[in-house]
């Protein structure tokens, strides 16, 4: 895949997004309970992250949403603290190193912002998602953080920003 670009949601993007979220959850077996799955405003991303402190990515490819990832404060957590929120790619975008652009984008928009650690949660089985939070400095917590209400996400990291 050669022509990508990284760029803020637009609204019309709602329903590709929520589309690329659902088929990556299908495709990985993710729990649809207790995870993002489930999240209301899965359908109205553009909108949620229209917030304070808050904004989503999406990767397009030759007019096609093939990535996404957001930055936002944590949820019933410490003021200081981002979580790295609904970061999924398709499968033919994996191995490219556009994750990576995207962690680093949500990251800055995260010091932007004036946030000081980025948390975020992940399934055990995603090895390869784990292996760039790692890379990018991301490192492993014993317990939660904040109540974001994926209680079947039992994998918690954190980055100093």
């Known amino acids: 895949m050669v022509n990508w670009l990284i760029r803020e949601i637009e609204r019309k993007d709602n329903q590709s997004v929520a589309s690329l979220i659902r088929a990556v959850f299908d ?24 917030k304070p402190k808050s904004a989503y990515f999406v990767v397009e490819s030759d007019g096609e949403i093939v990535g996404c990832a957001g930055i936002a404060p944590l949820e019933n957590g410490d ?5 790295l929120q609904k970061m999924y790619f398709l ?12 962690m680093e984008k949500c990251l800055e928009q995260g010091r932007l912002f004036g946030f000081e650690k980025c948390y975020i949660e992940t399934m055990p089985f995603m090895h390869a998602a784990q292996k760039l939070y790692k890379k990018s400095g991301f490192e492993y917590l014993d317990a939660p953080l904040g109540c974001t209400g994926h209680n079947s996400c039992p994998v918690w990291m954190l980055k100093v920003l």
């Open 79 to 83: 003021a200081k603290i981002c979580e």
């Open 91 to 102: 499968p033919k975008t994996r191995g490219l190193g556009i994750g990576a652009k995207m």
């Open 27 to 50: 495709e990985m077996e993710i729990p649809k309970v207790g995870t993002a799955y489930e999240d209301p405003c899965l359908d109205f991303m553009f909108e949620e992250y229209s």
